[in-house]
C-alpha cells in the first residue's frame, strides 16, 4: 500500500467535517427537492450536471479518452450505484422521512459483507462482523417492523424500495472492483455519473414523470435543494472523501457509514420537523453499532469506485 500523504489537523478536521455534515444532508436536500421536482428527473439533473463537470475537468487536465470497454463498465456501475442505488432513495423518500431512509441506507455494509462472501468468495465473516451483521438486520426489522415501540411503523413499500436500492449500491460497489473503469479515478466518476443520470433521466420519462413537471409550480426551495445536491453532494463531498483516503487509514474515514444517519435524522427533526420517535432511535442505536462493528473490524470491505485516491488526489491538488 502506498504511504498516506501527511496533512494539517485543520484541513483533515474540516474534510472529516465536510463528508460528515454534507453528505449527511443530502437526504434533506433530496426531501426538499422532490417535493416540487419529480424525483428520477430530479436525480437525473444533478448527476448529469455534476458528471459533466468532473469529466469536462478530468479531460482538460489530460485524461486519457475513454475506451469502448471504460463506457461499458461505468454504464454498468452507473446503473447499479446510481439509477438503482440513488433511485431507490428519491423514490422512497416520498414516503419516508428523510432520517429513516438515511438509517436504512446505512446498512449498505451489511449487503457488502455478505454479497462479497457469498459472490466474490471472500474470507468467512469473523465472529465480530457477525455479530455487526446480526445487529444491522436487527435494527432493521426493529426500524420497519410491526409493533409500536414509541411511534408507528414504517411504510412497507418505501421501506422495501431502500432496502433493494442498498442492495443495488453494494452489488455495484463490489462489482466495481474488477471492471474495466479507467485509471482515472476524476473521470471515471465523471463517465459513472453521466451513465447514471442518463438512465435516471429515461426511467423518469418512463414512468410519466415528464407530464409531472411543471416548471411554473418548482418552488425555490427545490431548486436549491437540486443545486444543493450538485454542488455539495457530488462534488464537495466527493471531493473530500477521496482526499482523506489519500491521507487518513481507510477504517476512519469509513466512519461516515454511521455518522451521515444521526445527521440526517437531526436535520430531518430540526428543519422538516420530522418525528424522532423512541422506535427510530433504537433502530438507529442498533444499525450504527452493527455498522461500527463492521466498518471496524478489518473485514475485506473495499472502497466504492470512486475511492481511488491514488488518481483522484493528484488530479485534484
Known amino acids: 500500500m502506498a504511504e498516506l500523504r501527511p496533512a494539517s489537523r485543520t484541513r483533515v478536521l474540516l474534510a472529516f467535517a465536510a463528508v460528515y455534515t454534507v453528505w449527511g444532508s443530502t437526504y434533506l436536500a433530496i426531501r426538499v427537492g422532490i417535493e416540487t421536482i419529480p424525483p428520477l428527473l430530479m436525480a437525473s439533473v444533478r448527476f448529469l450536471v455534476a458528471g459533466t463537470l468532473l469529466y469536462g475537468v478530468s479531460r482538460l487536465r489530460g485524461g486519457p479518452r475513454p475506451t469502448r470497454g471504460n ?6 456501475v452507473g446503473a447499479l450505484l446510481l439509477l438503482g442505488g440513488n433511485g431507490a432513495v428519491v423514490l422512497a423518500e416520498r414516503t419516508v422521512p428523510s432520517g429513516v431512509a438515511a438509517l436504512l441506507v446505512a446498512t449498505v455494509p451489511v449487503w457488502m ?28 426489522g426493529l426500524l420497519v417492523g410491526p409493533g409500536a415501540i414509541g411511534g408507528g411503523a414504517i411504510d412497507g413499500t418505501g421501506a422495501a424500495i431502500l432496502v433493494a436500492g442498498s442492495l443495488f449500491w453494494a452489488t455495484g460497489s463490489i462489482y466495481s472492483r474488477e ?3 479507467p485509471h482515472h479515478a476524476m473521470l ?13 433521466g429515461i426511467a423518469g420519462l418512463l414512468r410519466g ?39 487518513v487509514p481507510a477504517p476512519r474515514v469509513a466512519t461516515y457509514a454511521y455518522v451521515n ?21 433504537a433502530a438507529a442505536a442498533v444499525i450504527v453499532a452493527g455498522v461500527v462493528l463492521i466498518t471496524t473490524a478489518g473485514t ?11 488518481a483522484v488526489a493528484e488530479e485534484a491538488a
Open 209 to 247: 414523470e415528464l407530464g409531472m413537471l411543471h416548471p411554473a409550480a418548482i418552488s425555490g426551495a427545490s431548486l436549491l435543494g437540486l443545486l444543493y445536491l450538485v454542488t455539495f453532494g457530488s462534488l464537495v463531498g466527493f471531493t473530500a472523501y477521496v482526499w482523506l483516503l489519500d491521507r
Open 188 to 200: 471515471g466518476t465523471g463517465m459513472e455519473m453521466l451513465a447514471g443520470g442518463t438512465l435516471l
Open 179 to 181: 471492471a474495466d473503469l
Open 113 to 140: 459483507v455478505v454479497l462479497d462472501w457469498l459472490w466474490r468468495g471472500a474470507a468467512r465473516p469473523g465472529l465480530r462482523v457477525v455479530a455487526g451483521l446480526l445487529l444491522g438486520i436487527a435494527g432493521l
Open 261 to 281: 444517519p444521526i445527521v440526517a435524522v437531526l436535520l430531518g427533526w430540526a428543519i422538516l420537523g420530522e418525528a424522532l420517535t423512541p422506535r427510530m432511535g
Open 71 to 76: 463506457w461499458r463498465a461505468t454504464a454498468v
Open 300 to 310: 475485506r470491505l473495499r472502497k466504492p469506485p470512486q475511492a481511488r485516491p491514488d
